[in-house]
């Protein structure tokens, strides 16, 4: 998350098996862009998740998925917001979102 907040865009739901799309959800309703090594630059990876997920372990998420914010209205009308965490990194954000989403095949072979 930037100084700012983070940087939202909603989107339609995505096809299963986008190109560069990690889906620790199959099901899920947002997708997080991790890390963009420069403004405007490609992020490093993006995930679909669970905004219920996010919302149970992290208290920002859940206030972000109220409907007081716009990314909650969102998903309440079938939309899936695209969250970009530029300053977050990549590799220590998806081992974090795998434990939430109870996907534990985490990154063991670096």
């Not at 799309?21 to 947002?30: F, I, K, Q, S």
Request: charged residues 20%; contains cysteine.
């Amino acid at each position: 998350m930037s100084a700012t907040g983070p940087i939202t865009s909603k989107r339609p739901k995505p096809s299963p098996g986008q190109p560069g799309l990690l889906e620790l959800d199959p099901e899920g309703n947002v997708i997080l862009a991790i890390g963009a090594p420069d403004p405007g630059a490609q992020p490093k990876k993006r995930f679909l998740v669970s905004s219920k997920v996010l919302s149970l372990a992290l208290p920002v998420f859940s206030k972000m998925f109220s409907l007081h914010f716009s990314e909650g209205i969102w998903v309440r009308n079938g939309e899936v917001p695209c969250i970009s965490l530029e300053e977050d990194d990549a590799d220590i954000t998806e081992i974090i979102l795998r434990l939430i989403h109870s996907n534990h095949m985490v990154l063991w072979y670096t």
